[in-house]
């Protein structure tokens, strides 16, 4: 298996642009999770899905930040416009049901470092 | 609000010491515990997962785990200096449905040749 694929590795941009990170999920997970790590914060999840559905997206900081997982390998973390304060690594996990044995085990990517100048 | 806290660290052992990393975590309810390591610079790599009351081995590694006290360890065997990572304690909360992972900041550990 790949395992769960990121897409860029590193993302460096302006104040004010777009950006948009890729993820896909480890084939057969049915739980995708986008997650943000800072070294004064740590590791924070910022929305999760479930068979492409949005569960909970109460860790997106705000409006600028959105994300859509338009089918079951691919989804994608938007944000419009980019601050010097989302600099970060952007990591996507995904893991699988209850109904296999490694549940709640998530599975990280490789991230992507963004830096907005 | 649900927390995970752990000892930042940094946290030093000699080559072929136990390394010892500790977590505690405030819902009572949690029912999964997981340990992931992660190199600078790489993303979290899992390497422990626990659920149950009591021990959990698996080569050089241990989990512990006790729910009454709220709290979750893993020691490291036979430390080798490519043990030196950040270890991040990851706590499954309490709800039906809730697949979230809420993890501590991590403990940096540097095993010393």
């Known amino acids: 298996d790949a395992g769960v694929i990121q897409s860029p590795r590193h993302e460096v941009t302006e104040m004010g642009q777009e950006v948009t990170l890729r993820c896909k999920p480890i084939?057969?997970?049915?739980?995708l999770f986008w997650y943000r790590q800072t070294m004064m914060r740590g590791l924070e999840l910022l929305i999760y899905f479930n068979n492409n559905v949005p569960i909970d997206d109460s860790g997106m900081p705000e409006d600028r930040f959105s994300a859509k997982m338009p089918n079951a390998s691919f989804s994608t973390l938007k944000i419009q416009p980019s601050e010097p304060r989302d600099s970060a690594v952007y990591f996507c996990a995904s893991s699988a049901s209850r109904t296999t044995r490694l549940y709640n085990e998530q599975f990280f990517g490789p991230g992507t470092r963004l830096t907005v100048l | 609000q649900k927390e995970v806290e752990q000892n930042s660290g940094p946290l030093s052992v000699p080559e072929g010491a136990i390394a010892s990393l500790n977590c505690t975590y405030s819902d009572r309810g949690s029912q999964s515990f997981f340990w992931y390591r992660q190199y600078s610079g790489k993303s979290p790599e899992l390497i422990m997962s626990i659920y149950s009351n009591g021990d959990k081995e698996d080569g050089r590694f241990t989990a512990q785990l006790n729910k009454a006290s709220q709290y979750v360890s893993l020691l490291i065997r036979d430390s080798q200096p490519s043990d030196s990572a950040t270890y991040l304690c990851a706590v499954n909360p309490s709800g039906a449905g809730s697949y979230q992972l809420t993890f501590g900041k991590g403990t940096k550990l540097s095993v010393i040749p």
């Open positions: 084939s057969g997970h049915d739980y």
